[in-house]
């Protein structure tokens, strides 16, 4: 279990309900997921709570988140866009889950 769920849940939660893109890095600042939310705060907070609905591989990946970042949009699609570009500009996943 990851020793700073407790601090990312706080974290997520104390997110706005506006669309962004939320980006998951692990110790070493790598990043390990990019994703987009409708609302961010309802998002990046499901991460952070109950471990018993999450696949094998989401709880795999947030053992190993140490910290996330966000960017808020002005709109939905702004929000996939800019997902899709962020995507395309960092290097294929270092860690595999």
Same mark, same amino acid.
């Given at each position: 279990m990851n020793p700073k769920?407790?601090?990312?849940?706080?974290?997520? #939660?104390?997110?706005?309900? $506006?669309?962004?893109?939320? +980006? #998951?890095?692990?110790?070493?600042? %790598?990043?390990?997921? +990019?994703?987009?939310?409708?609302?961010?705060?309802?998002?990046?907070?499901?991460? &952070?709570?109950? $471990?018993?609905?999450?696949? %094998?591989?989401?709880?795999? #990946?947030?053992?190993?988140?140490?910290? &996330? %970042?966000?960017?808020?949009?002005d709109s939905e699609f %702004?929000?996939? +866009?800019?997902?899709?570009?962020? +995507?395309? $500009?960092?290097?294929?996943?270092?860690?595999?889950?």
């Amino acid at each position: 279990m990851n020793p700073k769920l407790k601090d990312l849940r706080a974290k997520a #939660m104390a997110l706005p309900l $506006q669309p962004g893109v939320y +980006i #998951m890095k692990n110790k070493a600042s %790598e990043i390990i997921y +990019i994703g987009k939310a409708k609302k961010l705060k309802n998002r990046v907070s499901q991460y &952070f709570g109950s $471990q018993n609905n999450h696949t %094998e591989k989401v709880r795999r #990946m947030v053992d190993n988140v140490d910290d &996330f %970042e966000y960017i808020i949009t002005d709109s939905e699609f %702004e929000c996939l +866009i800019l997902e899709c570009s962020l +995507i395309k $500009q960092t290097p294929r996943s270092i860690i595999s889950y």
